[in-house]
Every structure is written in C-alpha cells, then in structure tokens.
C-alpha cells in the first residue's frame, strides 16, 4: 500500500479492527518512510450484475449512482443517511443472490421507487420525475392523483 503522503510503497499495519456494521476490516497504517499514518478499509469485492441502460449500453452497478441519486430525492426530507445506506446494501445483496449476470436499470429504479414510496412522498414524486422523464406539468399532475388514490385505499 503506497503512503498517501510521499508515496513510499511500504507501510505497517498497526492496528486492525472489525469496522461498526462489521462489512469490512479497518486497519490503521504507518509509512515506513516518513512515519504519516493513515486508515485503510478493506471490504470484500463482490460480483455483482451488469446494469443494461435504456439505451442498450452496459455498465458496472454503481452503488455511488444508486446513493446519490436517492439522496438528491430526499433532500430536505426526514429521511436518514443510515437508512439510504441500509437500503442499498439490501438491494445489492438481492441482486448478488439473483445470480444474474446483468439487470436492466428499470428493474433497480423500480425498487427505488418503490422504497421510497414506502419512505416518503415528496421523495418519491421527486424521483419518479427524473426517473420517468416528466415532460410537463400535467405528469406531475398524474402521478400526484395516482398517489393520492392509493393513499386513500389504505
């Protein structure tokens, strides 16, 4: 492990510890150079499934993009950055179970959806409105009555 600092290629670990949702290893390193200490995780690298956009190209799933994009949705809202993350991690273990080798990103985007739905309202119409590419005002509209009808029959 090169030292962020000089660069060096030698460092000592000197301390390792289970980190707090015990998904990776966190271990404390010095340089063995010029002494800079530093921390390091080390998680396991999983296989997940490629992602098949709506335009047929192929990409890596990309848990940052699934994160950011939940965030962007629940911007000032009441939900927590511990319960986005404990929704990704689930999402990525049901798609690591699935076994398949690539899923279409409306498969992730529907469960996406669906989370948020459950989380909270405003989130949810804020992403299905990047999500679904509202044109105007009357699909705000739409989606606005259709949610507003399923409140109702509960």
């Not at 060096?8 to 707090?20: A, F, L, Q």
């Not at 499934?49 to 192929?58: N, Q």
């Not at 990309?62 to 929704?87: D, N, T, Y």
């Not at 279409?104 to 309202?121: C, F, N, Q, R, Y």
């Amino acid at each position: 492990m090169k030292c962020p600092s000089c660069q060096h290629p030698e460092t000592k670990v000197v301390d390792s510890r289970v980190s707090k949702d015990g998904a990776a290893i966190r271990r404390r390193r010095e340089c063995l150079a010029c002494g800079f200490r530093f921390t390091t995780y080390e998680k396991p690298e999983l296989q997940l499934p490629l992602v098949i956009k709506r335009d047929g190209r192929r990409e890596p799933f990309s848990r940052l993009k699934v994160i950011e994009g939940i965030r962007k949705a629940c911007q000032k809202r009441p939900i927590s950055a511990a319960q986005i993350e404990a929704f990704v991690d689930a999402l990525e273990r049901e798609l690591m179970e699935s076994g398949e080798k690539e899923v279409p990103s409306t498969l992730i985007g529907e469960k996406v959806m669906a989370k948020l739905h459950e989380w909270d309202e405003v989130a949810y119409v804020r992403f299905a409105s990047v999500y679904r590419r509202f044109q105007d005002v009357n699909e705000f509209i739409a989606q606005i009555q259709e949610l507003l009808k399923t409140k109702k029959e509960k």
